[in-house]
T-cell receptor
Framework: QQQVKQSPQSLIVQKGGISIINCAYE??????FPWYQQFPGKGPALLIA?????SEKKEGRFTISFNKSAKQFSLHIMDSQPGDSATYFC??????????FGDGTTLTVKP | DAGVTQSPTHLIKTRGQQVTLRCSPK?????VSWYQQALGQGPQFIFQ???????QRGNFPDRFSGHQFPNYSSELNVNALLLGDSALYLC???????????FGPGTRLLVL
C-alpha cells in the first residue's frame, strides 16, 4: 500500500517558470513533510520541510503549500533554473527518522 | 564537518552471496536509518538504529540485518542475495528527536 502518492512523474518547465509538484498522503498520523532533491549519483538532499500546523512555508525560491483537510501538499519552485533539473521526492513521517517517500518527479528546466 | 559517508560506492555480487555495507553518520548524529532505492523509485525504509539497537523496521525480510557500533557508525548486511536486491542503498543520519535526516551518497549494489 503506497501511503504517499506523487505527481507528475516528470515535468518540463521553461527557465524562469514555476514548477509545481504535488503529493497526497493517507496516514493522518504523519506529522512531518519534507521535500528532497536528488541529482544523479547522489543521495537525496533536504530542500524544505513543513509540519501540519502550518499551511505554507517559504525558503528562497521554494515554497511548500499544505492542505491538512485534503491530505495534500505541494512544492512550488519559483523562477526555475536549469540547475534545478533533478529528481524531487516528497516524504512523510510519523516519528523521527522513518520516512515514507513518493516515487519522485523528474524535473527538466529548459534554458 | 564531514557529512554522511558510505562505503563502498559500488559493489557487484552474485545471487546467493552476502554483502556488508557501511555508513558513518554526520558528526554529532546518533541515529542511523537505512533505505533501499530501486531504479526510478523513491527510497524505501529498511530499518533504523539508535543506541546500538534496531528501533524501527520497514517491510523487509530477515535477510536484511544491521548493526550500530558505539561510535554510531552502522552496517547493513544482506544475506542470500536476490537479483531484486540490486538497488542504491542509502544511509541517513539524524539526531535523536529531530526529524531532519542527512543522506549519504549511497552504495550502488548490482546482483548478477
Amino acid at each position: 500500500q503506497q501511503q504517499v502518492k506523487q505527481s507528475p512523474q516528470s515535468l518540463i518547465v521553461q527557465k524562469g517558470g514555476i514548477s509545481i509538484i504535488n503529493c497526497a498522503y493517507e496516514n493522518t498520523a504523519f506529522d512531518y513533510f519534507p521535500w528532497y532533491q536528488q541529482f544523479p549519483g547522489k543521495g537525496p538532499a533536504l530542500l524544505i520541510a513543513i509540519r501540519p500546523d502550518v499551511s505554507e512555508k517559504k525558503e528562497g525560491r521554494f515554497t511548500i503549500s499544505f492542505n491538512k483537510s485534503a491530505k495534500q501538499f505541494s512544492l512550488h519552485i519559483m523562477d526555475s533554473q536549469p540547475g534545478d533539473s533533478a529528481t524531487y521526492f516528497c516524504a512523510a513521517s510519523t516519528n523521527a527518522g522513518k520516512s515514507t517517500f513518493g516515487d519522485g518527479t523528474t524535473l527538466t528546466v529548459k534554458p | 564537518d564531514a557529512g554522511v559517508t558510505q562505503s563502498p560506492t559500488h559493489l557487484i555480487k552474485t545471487r546467493g552471496q552476502q554483502v556488508t555495507l557501511r555508513c558513518s553518520p554526520k558528526s554529532g548524529h546518533d541515529t542511523v536509518s537505512w533505505y533501499q532505492q530501486a531504479l526510478g523509485q523513491g527510497p524505501q525504509f529498511i530499518f533504523q538504529y539508535y543506541e546500538e539497537e534496531e528501533r524501527q523496521r520497514g517491510n523487509f525480510p530477515d535477510r536484511f540485518s544491521g548493526h550500530q557500533f558505539p561510535n554510531y557508525s552502522s552496517e547493513l548486511n544482506v544475506n542470500a542475495l536476490l537479483l531484486g536486491d540490486s538497488a542504491l542503498y542509502l544511509c541517513a543520519s539524524s539526531l535523536e528527536g529531530d526529524e531532519t535526516q542527512y543522506f549519504g551518497p549511497g552504495t550502488r549494489l548490482l546482483v548478477l
